[in-house]
């Protein structure tokens, strides 16, 4: 029989506090020497809103940014830290994908189906996003980075 069942809650909640309050791992954002990067992108001349813009390494790391409705976007390497490391990216630029916490409660890859609720369509040809011929070589000199995109449709060619 149990005699003192608010000692014992209160030793329980107590414990249940102290092991959901571990710190887990934090990012060392001293050695990736992140450089602080923005742009804009323009689809056929004209500011591209809420376009997912990658900033991809070789090895897996990435750093993305979202356009603003002039088409501006800074880049960070999570949801805590803004910045992108040295060296040279592919750059994927979409507006389907969905990056979890930045434009989605859920993330996906892009592309049919990638919304949470509807397909969006996807408004950026491949050769910019899916296939993308898009580089560019980020360091402490080199962070502006300007993105004129030409749709399919402008240039007669196909995607």
């Known amino acids: 029989m149990i005699r003192h069942p608010l000692?014992?809650?209160i030793v329980l909640f107590s414990l249940a506090a102290l092991l959901g309050c571990s710190d887990g791992p934090q990012a060392n954002y001293g050695q990736l020497k992140l450089v602080d990067a923005y742009g804009t992108v323009t689809l056929d001349g004209k500011p591209l809103p809420k376009a997912v813009v990658t900033f991809d390494a070789v090895d897996g790391q990435f750093s993305y940014g979202l356009t603003d409705s002039r088409g501006?976007?800074?880049l960070q390497i999570d949801s805590v830290k803004k910045g992108v490391?040295?060296?040279r990216?592919?750059?994927?630029?979409?507006?389907?994908?969905?990056?979890?916490?930045?434009?989605?409660?859920?993330?996906?890859?892009?592309?049919?189906g990638a919304s949470e609720?509807?397909?969006?369509?996807?408004?950026?040809?491949?050769?910019?996003?899916?296939k993308s011929?898009?580089?560019?070589?980020?360091?402490?000199?080199?962070?502006?980075?300007n993105f004129e995109l030409i749709s399919s449709a402008v240039s007669g060619g196909g995607s």
């Open 7 to 9: 000692l014992i809650s």
């Open 72 to 74: 501006r976007f800074t």
């Open 85 to 87: 490391t040295p060296g």
């Open 89 to 112: 990216k592919t750059v994927r630029i979409s507006t389907s994908r969905k990056i979890l916490g930045l434009n989605s409660s859920e993330e996906s890859g892009g592309g049919e």
């Open 117 to 130: 609720s509807e397909p969006v369509k996807e408004l950026v040809p491949a050769k910019y996003y899916k």
């Open 133 to 145: 011929e898009l580089t560019a070589d980020v360091s402490a000199s080199s962070k502006t980075f």
